[in-house]
């Protein structure tokens, strides 16, 4: 029922759409459709690198396992963001892919390599680098929420 939806929506916008905003939805939906195929081979890979973890007889869940886990599961979590991003902006013929969602999905990926990050010592200005990127990122996205939120409070 949505799908029909959805169909007769971009068929109904189809006939006012400009020839690049046209390129801009057939570009959209081959990448929704490539990252979804994308999707589904991480989830594959990470239930099967779970259930080897839990089947293994006798074998304890070394330390080192446990972030490439997270890390897969991280991984997953971008995807899935971004691939509704691009899918909800060809429901709703909206520009592309939001810079909001692009920042939410530039968090996700450091916060991804700061849990990733090895025991062993690192230098103190790769953390320190970490640290600055994920404060100022959050302030963009802070200040883009404050500007959309002023934006619809005047509509």
């Known amino acids: 029922m949505r799908n029909r939806w959805f169909l007769e929506r971009l068929r109904t916008n189809w006939t006012v759409l400009t020839i690049y905003e046209r390129f801009e939805q057939i ?10 195929i994308l999707i589904l081979a991480a989830l ?17 869940v070394q330390e080192d396992q446990f972030p490439v886990v997270f890390g897969s599961i991280m991984s997953l979590l971008m ?3 971004f691939n509704h991003t691009i899918f909800h902006s060809i429901q709703h013929r909206g520009q592309i892919v939001r ?12 916060s991804r390599e700061y849990i990733l990050l ?3 010592p690192l230098h103190a200005a790769i953390i320190v680098g ?3 990127s994920i404060l ?20």
């Open 27 to 36: 570009v959209s939906l081959v990448i929704s459709l490539l990252l979804s």
């Open 118 to 120: 090895d025991a062993k």
């Open 136 to 155: 100022c990122l959050g302030i963009v996205y802070y200040v883009l929420d404050i500007r959309e939120s002023s934006n619809s409070s005047f509509r």
């Open 79 to 81: 995807a899935l963001e």
């Open 44 to 60: 594959w890979n990470l239930i099967s690198s779970v259930a080897h973890l839990i089947n293994t007889p006798g074998a304890v």
């Open 130 to 132: 970490y640290g600055i």
């Open 99 to 110: 810079v909001k969602t692009v920042v939410l999905i530039a968090i996700l990926g450091i």
